[in-house]
């Protein structure tokens, strides 16, 4: 079924490749300027899904976007990872000693500082995003700037790659998830993975207790984030992701899980995209 | 003593206000472009000690900021919580209805964003520091330019405040750590929390038993954050704030952890802040 996707930032950006290949293509991209308007795209059912970047193995979670999914009711219905690769590219017929600018957002500038202390002649600047500075050098015609973005991103903007994979950390993964308004129905048997949130109170031994449950219910930890809860004082909000192998142990926990602590809810559940 | 002390960004800016309150103004700053930067000032024995945000309530950790303590071997040796208040100021004279643009941090802009839907003809603007503003607009007598920045900002630069505490979030907390090259001589009197990191191999109940451990040695934990470890797949690092009553106890928790886990590494231990 042809989907329409919400993504922050624009065509050819990561978003764009990662909305590509876990809907094999079929999709038409809402670009939006923030995660915050993909949310909106979704709401007012513009958008049947988003696919929104949730953490990358150098930066950590982005918790803001987990807020965004759980203070609006949202579901994760996927997840999907990529490994971000970085290329320098600019206007055909351009070498790296013509650059003197190059412009990309400033996770990838530092993802790829360590590339440019054998360039010292040019000089890194700031930006929004990694596909916009490439439409930008496109639209503009502009001579001496690069971008650091996809190979999606040189196609799309006809722009040459001059080096590939310019990121000091080659392997480079950063996980996606896909949200929607609703749950689907849920097929149980695909589904062996799951991300919830719940509140406890600070008693020592609360956190131990509540994974000893997820132990003994047979599910694996893969991720637990705690946060603490704004104008809440010794409360603490967890984000903890579980793999399983029978639905059913999840269903059990979670009953476990009702009694034990407060608030808790089911982010989503769906299938683990990890072999 | 009097404390040189390394900065991500300039005079006026929220970490230039925690070193003064940390250090009750006994302070001497090295104004940095990144928290990378304050590390050299640190390890080229410019600055004594660095004051780096490691995490607020709206964003979560700021995980950078923790492979930059690991990796470079450094203690943290206290911490700050400061509430930040976000204040709009413009250069003397000028009214709200005067300004057509309000350049800030993209988190204090995230923040501030409600504010701003009650005067849609301003236009919000993206930059580098929320200090770095109000400097340009007193060096380039901006006219219809705003910055959202600290008290202090707006005293260093002759600002006039046109709207106090802006922010949605009204309690808006960030943890600030104080850090050193090398840990000073332990009073064991008064450390009642510490950092810790460690590694575990990706196995069912794995963490349920190092918290069980945490417990039992009378440890609370403050905070809890996973991380995939970097090219090794099935391996997640941990980092963890406990706090206890008597040092012993954490002694006693991190010898039986050195037996348990791998590359078990104690970040810091130091007085905890929160009453």
């Given at each position: ?57 150098i ?19 996927g ?47 700031e930006?929004?995003d ?7 050098i ?10 650091i ?19 000091t ?7 996606f ?39 003994d ?40 899980l ?9 982010l ?8």
């Amino acid at each position: 079924m042809h989907k329409t996707v919400a993504i922050q930032g624009i065509k050819g950006s990561f978003h764009h490749i990662v909305s590509q290949q876990y809907f094999k293509n079929e999709v038409d991209v809402i670009e939006c300027p923030s995660f915050q308007d993909t949310v909106s795209a979704l709401l007012n059912e513009q958008a049947d899904v988003i696919v929104m970047a949730i953490e990358n193995s150098i930066a950590g979670s982005i918790i803001p976007n987990y807020a965004l999914i759980d203070a609006n009711n949202l579901q994760v219905v996927g997840e999907y990872y990529l490994d971000v690769q970085h290329h320098l590219m600019a206007l055909p017929n351009q070498s790296i000693s013509d650059i003197m600018e190059v412009h990309s957002h400033p996770m990838a500038l530092l993802q790829c500082a360590v590339f440019f202390k054998d360039y010292p002649h040019i000089k890194l600047v700031e930006a929004k995003d990694t596909a916009d500075v490439a439409k930008h050098i496109q639209v503009n015609k502009s001579i001496g700037i690069a971008a650091i973005a996809s190979d999606l991103a040189a196609e799309t903007f006809s722009l040459n790659i001059l080096n590939r994979s310019i990121q000091t950390i080659k392997h480079n993964e950063t996980r996606f998830v896909i949200v929607q308004r609703y749950s689907e129905e849920i097929n149980k048997e695909s589904i062996n993975k799951a991300s919830i949130k719940f509140e406890l109170e600070h008693k020592r031994g609360s956190l131990a207790t509540v994974l000893n449950v997820l132990s003994d219910c047979k599910l694996n930890v893969t991720k637990i984030q705690s946060l603490p809860i704004i104008e809440t004082p010794w409360k603490y909000a967890f984000f903890v992701d579980v793999t399983f192998a029978e639905y059913k142990d999840f269903e059990k926990a979670n009953t476990i899980l009702e009694l034990m602590t407060t608030h808790i809810k089911v982010l989503g559940a769906y299938k683990n995209a990890k072999k």
